[in-house]
């Protein structure tokens, strides 16, 4: 029988870079620190926090970040507890970030259960997310072992989105499945067949699992990460500073799809109902901003004469383009950036050499 | 006989807005402000001040600018006395700032002769440039009421210059012809055909006459300010701003060139040799500033990625452009600016609307 599993704790990851935002999105303050759609002016950062909301007291939500965040993490999310701050020394993505998570949680009770969630998403629809982990909470209860994916229903056939093969439905649960295979960033024609077949399903980057369940994994596929929650976990929160310090750098940088979820079995799938999009390039916005009658998505101070199809962002200083169809223009802290929205994913080559070599 | 005519003296008109130039040109410092190209680093007035040299001292040098722009004009343009700079309280064109220029030179001497050129265009050959006002000085010594102007030699079929057709001769001079026509901006086959003839000449805009010659021309063809120039002359400098504030305003806006010169007789042509670009909008760039190997002309700090024939210009932030062709990028003051390159004459569509209705 499943051992009691102990509350409910949220991890928000705020360690991206969100380079293929640039130049609004810089090193100083990424895509989730900033207002990029949804939540009425909230930055993305803050409407994870509050996506959280019916699901967490603050005391349970986590908020994993740069070190060099700390301060705009604080000024966006005051009544986050000091203590619910983990700060990264180095990014080493997803898995990374979720091994200080489970050695957090680990601190506080005996086998927490850990939804985990980025915090540069949008999800417009809060409450059809939190029935979609209502459903992953019964897998739970069902499979103490299961490490739970929410799998969102594809409506294109989107390149850069990671894909989860549905099998055969979690006994017991209904709206739920096992995943047979992980797809990352498929080509234009593996995308069209996935959406054709329908048993195919967009990875939302939003887990679930028991402490226990997720451990059992590490120590299977990343062991390097399963050795630092051990090192963690019996030291008190004061002394994790310098021991990160010390120790996170030399984890390898992976992320937990890579790492564990494309190996692990167990895994199932969430088939979530809510809206959602990963905001993953300029080229989402008409996604999260309709267009204007002349295709234009607008945002900031711009006159516009015999544009079409533009995405047109400033942070500042007007925008005067002239003559000109589908590209996305931004200006911004970083500085400013001129590209067709078709080609919005190979952004942050343009952000890396902003920065210097 | 000809009277003897009085010394040299050169006006140059700065009173442009250079709407083309938005956004690096604003309304508080228009292009004749910036170092645009040529003249290492000097901006266009200093190198159009620079360009009188050996043509008159600095004290017959004259400056007209508008009033907003007095202190831009003493810091680039420190050795100009502080009487040798005339501010317009208002833009009235180029017929406006010549009956100032008309009134400033009849203080000083009883027929004086008067060089007046834009400040905000690029010769590159100053001794060329010299020889050809030696060539208008030897026509007003002909003919003293002549009506000197300085004629390029078309090298494209421009629609954005005026030109003048070439007539006869002018007896006794040589390399100067009488002017038998004025066309401005031209429709793209009438400019070819200019073009072929090869008896028409870009006007320049600089033009050469006494001022008995050019009083004459605007006793009869614009009254309102031969009607100025007799107010001013009498009167002590001292007061004219006063006068200027009350009078100026009243004045029709009129080039010129539309005022005077397509109406007048005794318009001579110098057939120049000099190099001369008016630099009429950001398409003119490549001109002064030779592409690199991708046909790219850029100023500033840039991240071009897979980008051809374009025109690049940042005054402060890194550009970054992906995947475009033959497009104007640029950041200034006023905002950033996008637009293919043959559309560059509209930009003043924008510089309008950015700064408001």
Not at 169 to 187: C, H, L, N
Not at 279 to 303: E, I, M
Request: aromatic fraction near 6%; proline fraction near 9%; include cysteine.
């Amino acid at each position: 029988v499943a051992a009691a599993a102990g509350a409910l704790s949220v991890a928000i990851l705020a360690g991206g870079r969100g380079e293929r935002f640039w130049p609004l999105s810089t090193p100083e303050a990424p895509k989730q620190f900033l207002a990029l759609g949804g939540g009425e002016g909230r930055t993305l950062l803050q409407q994870a926090a509050a996506r959280a909301e019916g699901l967490a007291p603050w005391d349970r939500r986590l908020l994993l970040a740069g070190r060099v965040h700390a301060a705009l993490v604080r000024a966006q999310l005051p009544e986050l507890p000091p203590h619910n701050l983990l700060l990264e020394p180095v990014g080493r993505d997803t898995a990374g970030a979720i091994a200080l998570a489970c050695a957090w949680a680990s601190l506080r009770e005996r086998d927490p259960r850990l939804l985990v969630m980025p915090a540069d998403h949008v999800v417009p629809d809060p409450t059809g997310f939190r029935h979609a982990v209502a459903v992953g909470l019964r897998i739970l209860d069902a499979h103490p072992s299961a490490l739970v994916t929410f799998g969102v229903a594809p409506t294109r056939p989107e390149t850069g989105y990671g894909y989860i093969e549905m099998g055969s439905p979690v006994p017991g649960v209904s709206g739920a499945s096992w995943a047979r295979r992980f797809t990352e960033k498929p080509d234009r024609a593996t995308a069209e067949r996935f959406l054709r077949e329908g048993t195919y399903r967009w990875n939302s980057g939003i887990f679930l699992w028991r402490l226990g369940g997720i451990l059992q994994a590490l120590r299977r596929h990343l062991p390097a990460h399963a050795a630092l929650v051990d090192r963690l976990a019996p030291v008190d929160a004061a002394a994790w500073p310098a021991l990160l310090a010390a120790e996170f750098p030399r984890l390898p940088k992976i992320s937990i799809d890579y790492g564990v979820l494309e190996k692990a079995s167990d895994v199932a799938v969430v088939l979530a109902t809510f809206a959602w999009d990963d905001l993953g390039a300029w080229s989402a916005l008409p996604r999260v901003h309709p267009p204007d009658g002349h295709g234009n998505v607008v945002r900031g101070p711009a006159r516009l004469v015999d544009v079409e199809d533009c995405i047109v962002v400033s942070a500042g200083r007007p925008i005067g383009a002239l003559g000109v169809r589908g590209l996305v223009l931004v200006e911004g802290p970083g500085g400013v950036l001129v590209c067709p929205r078709e080609r919005a994913q190979e952004v942050r080559r343009l952000a890396e050499g902003a920065e210097g070599p």
